[in-house]
């Protein structure tokens, strides 16, 4: 098991243009790691688990017309599933590299309601089911007094 913990900033951008908005979450993943091919300096891995984002901050918004429900409409947590594939080496005994990709999909619609009613009106907005998705590529140096000891990413 590989527990992490993230900050992330992610935005949504309507096909207009016109709506915008950009949430921070702090993330925590609890993944399994399956080794596919290991030799005594390397490793090509796959990762996956699940994961549980608190959305920290509403972040910014730009309206559409009708306007967009208020901010404090977005949910403030959020449950996703995380996969991706990974390479780690030795680059000498005591100093790795490792290059991961995972891909990130939430499983809760980020608003809170179905539909809305903009000020002065008396007609429902229904909004659309958005869920948090997102693709992450991650480079890292890992630091060892050990020599050729793994250390979990």
């Known amino acids: ?5 993230y900050f992330i900033s992610k935005g949504s ?6 709506v915008a908005v950009v949430l921070n979450y702090f993330q925590f993943r609890l ?6 091919v290991q030799t005594l ?5 796959i990762d996956f688990g699940p994961g549980f984002e608190v959305i920290t ?9 009708p306007p967009l429900p208020e901010l404090n409409y ?8 995380l996969g991706g594939l990974g390479f780690e080496t030795n ?3 005591y100093l790795r590299i490792v290059i991961n990709a995972k891909y990130h999909f939430g499983l809760f619609n980020i608003w809170t309601m179905e539909s809305y009613y903009p000020t002065g009106s008396t007609v429902p907005v229904y909004l659309p089911d958005t869920k948090s998705s997102g693709f992450f590529v991650t ?14 990413t």
């Open 139 to 152: 480079l890292a140096l890992q630091f060892s007094s050990e020599k050729y000891r793994v250390i979990p």
């Open 74 to 81: 977005i949910r403030t947590y959020d449950l996703s599933m």
């Open 57 to 65: 901050q509403k972040g910014t918004q730009n309206y559409a017309n």
């Open 31 to 36: 993944l399994g790691r399956l080794s596919v």
């Open 41 to 45: 300096s390397s490793k090509f891995f």
């Open 1 to 5: 098991m590989v527990p992490g913990a």
């Open 13 to 18: 951008q309507g096909r207009d243009s016109d």
């Open 91 to 93: 680059i000498d005994d």
